[in-house]
């Protein structure tokens, strides 16, 4: 899935469910950095997207484990 959507994202930086997707993902394989980057950038286009800040609040809470 990460490669599908930074394919669509290369095309569409601002590809909301694109972001979402992938953040979702890289947070799966454990790459926290690169999710947070993804959901500061979903907030950043849409702040009343949901999804991102509980991406994100998870990411927080794993990384202060």
């Given at each position: 899935?990460?490669?599908?959507c930074?394919k ?26 690169a999710?947070?980057a ?9 702040e009343g997207?949901v999804g991102?800040y509980?991406i994100?609040?998870?990411l927080?809470?794993?990384l202060e484990?």
């Open positions: 899935m990460i490669g599908i930074s669509k994202l290369a095309l569409d930086p601002a590809h909301k469910k694109a972001l979402y997707i992938r953040a979702s993902s890289y947070m799966k394989k454990g790459l926290f950095d999710a947070i993804d959901t500061n950038s979903l907030i950043s286009i849409d997207n991102a509980y994100r609040g998870k927080i809470t794993l484990i």
